[in-house]
């Protein structure tokens, strides 16, 4: 039997997601199944599920996907939680245990994630019915996974709003230490953000873990460790726009500060360098050094694109999940054709052009959306 609390997540959160992205679901679920003729609809279907769970390369692009539907949900109940009439939270769900709380939140979640889960749970079906385990197995963790880390997710930010007062032992042991300028997110993070952080690097545990486990026999291709890279820093992509989101609310200030341009893109870079230290030293640790530091230069040239695109468009989280979904496909396609060399330049040029023509420009509004 749910628990009250659960049919209030439910009826508020699950349901308000639904009626704002009606929309677009519908148009997701008229290519899936309107832009096929009737005759081959299941045929169709059977064969992106059954290649889903024979190609890691094609299971690796599907949960690209789903994380950007995943990332979207996060974004959007938790932006609910500093609406006026959803204060009543702060009372009431967090006066019950946290296994409560977490109980609720994960039936909370599935009902979110209905579509994704539907879909995958038919995905399992197939691959298992032509005798693929492992691909079934990942998905199946995969999805109760990502279901257990959104709801700790939701349950952090709750019972953090209520005990906002609260200063993190980092920011009390380094309260002397100076700070630079690139260095200030990172405190953020550890200081507020630390769940997701968490969740991110645990995502790329996985990105690297399971990318290199299928991919065995050819560990040391060039294309397979970029691809991975790609995936890493798409599974930032909550991080980047949190970023940009602390800049814009707590940063409004260095727009007067004596710094230029270059300067200032330069900071954010060192700010994703140490955002990305654990996948570094993963790297220096597999590959020999040239090899690693080609590795570290297209992540960060990665995600330093997708970090300048939020001064061109603003923080629409709808608008930035298009874009990075694009983005993705192509950058995808670039390294599979031997190009990863390319991007790094490429990456770094079109960033600094979206950085340097819209910095100032850019009125710091954030979308409710």
């Known amino acids: 039997m749910q628990q009250p609390l659960t049919k209030v997540l439910i009826k508020v959160f699950a349901a308000g997601f639904y009626q704002v992205h009606a929309g677009i679901l519908f148009f997701v679920f008229f290519v899936m199944v309107g832009c096929v003729p009737g005759n081959m609809l299941l045929t169709y279907h059977q064969s992106l599920m059954l290649g889903m769970t024979s190609s890691v390369v094609m299971l690796g692009l599907v949960l690209c996907v789903w994380l950007l539907y995943i990332f979207k949900s996060w974004h959007y109940v938790t932006g609910q939680f500093f609406t006026p009439d959803k204060q009543f939270l702060f009372y009431s769900s967090t006066a019950l245990s946290r296994v409560k709380q977490l109980t609720s939140w994960c039936y909370a979640q599935v009902v979110i994630m209905a579509p994704v889960i539907i879909y995958a749970l038919l995905t399992v079906m197939v691959g298992i019915s032509h005798h693929y385990y492992i691909?079934?197995?990942?998905?199946?963790?995969?999805?109760?996974?990502?279901?257990?880390?959104?709801?700790?997710?939701?349950?952090?930010?709750?019972?953090?709003?209520?005990?906002?007062?609260?200063?993190?032992?980092?920011?009390?042991?380094?309260?002397?230490?100076?700070?630079?300028?690139?260095?200030?997110?990172?405190?953020?993070?550890?200081?507020?953000?630390?769940?997701?952080?968490?969740?991110?690097?645990?995502l790329s545990w996985l990105i690297i873990s399971g990318v290199f486990y299928l991919f065995a026999d050819v560990k040391t291709d060039l294309r397979v460790a970029g691809i991975a890279i790609l995936a890493v820093i798409t599974a930032h992509i909550v991080l980047i726009f949190e970023e940009r989101r602390f800049e814009e609310t707590m940063l409004s200030f260095s727009r007067n500060l004596p710094y230029n341009r270059f300067r200032l893109f330069l900071n954010f870079t060192g700010a994703y360098f140490l955002l990305l230290l654990p996948e570094s030293i993963w790297l220096f640790s597999r590959f020999n050094p040239l090899m690693a530091l080609q590795l570290l230069l297209a992540g960060l040239s990665i995600a330093m694109l997708f970090h300048s695109?939020?001064?061109?468009?603003?923080?629409?989280m709808d608008k930035y999940i298009q874009w990075i979904l694009g983005l993705f496909i192509v950058l995808f396609w670039v390294i599979m054709f031997h190009l990863l060399w390319l991007l790094i330049p490429l990456n770094f040029t079109c960033a600094f052009l979206f950085f340097y023509y819209n910095y100032y420009r850019y009125e710091g509004i954030v979308s409710k959306k």
Request: charged share 15%.
């Open 309 to 316: 695109l939020l001064y061109w468009f603003g923080l629409n």
């Open 135 to 202: 691909i079934p197995v990942i998905i199946l963790v995969f999805l109760a996974g990502i279901i257990w880390c959104s709801s700790l997710l939701y349950v952090r930010v709750l019972n953090r709003l209520v005990d906002g007062s609260n200063q993190s032992l980092l920011l009390k042991f380094s309260r002397s230490w100076r700070k630079p300028y690139f260095s200030l997110y990172i405190y953020y993070i550890f200081d507020n953000k630390k769940v997701p952080y968490f969740i991110t690097k645990g």
